[in-house]
C-alpha cells in the first residue's frame, strides 16, 4: 500500500531541511507517525533531502 504524500508531511511538520535519511526518520518518530509511515521512510535512500517534496519523490520512487 502507498504511503499519502500528505501522511509523510504531517509527519515532517516543523522539519528543518536540508536533513538526512537518520534525521528524517527520528523526526518523524518523534511525532508519533504511523508504521506505514515509518516503513516508507526506513527505506529512504541514504542522503541529504533538501525540501520537503525532496522526500515525497524519494517514498514515491522507492
Do not use: C, F
Request: hydrophobic letters at 35%.
Amino acid at each position: 500500500m502507498a504511503v499519502s504524500p500528505i501522511e509523510i508531511q504531517k509527519a515532517l511538520g516543523g522539519m528543518d531541511y536540508p536533513a538526512d535519511k537518520d534525521a528524517v526518520v527520528k523526526h518523524a518518530e518523534s511525532s508519533g507517525a504511523g508504521d506505514d509511515v515509518m516503513e516508507a521512510l526506513r527505506g529512504l535512500p541514504e542522503k541529504t533531502y533538501e525540501r520537503p517534496t525532496d522526500v515525497n519523490e524519494a517514498v514515491a520512487n522507492s
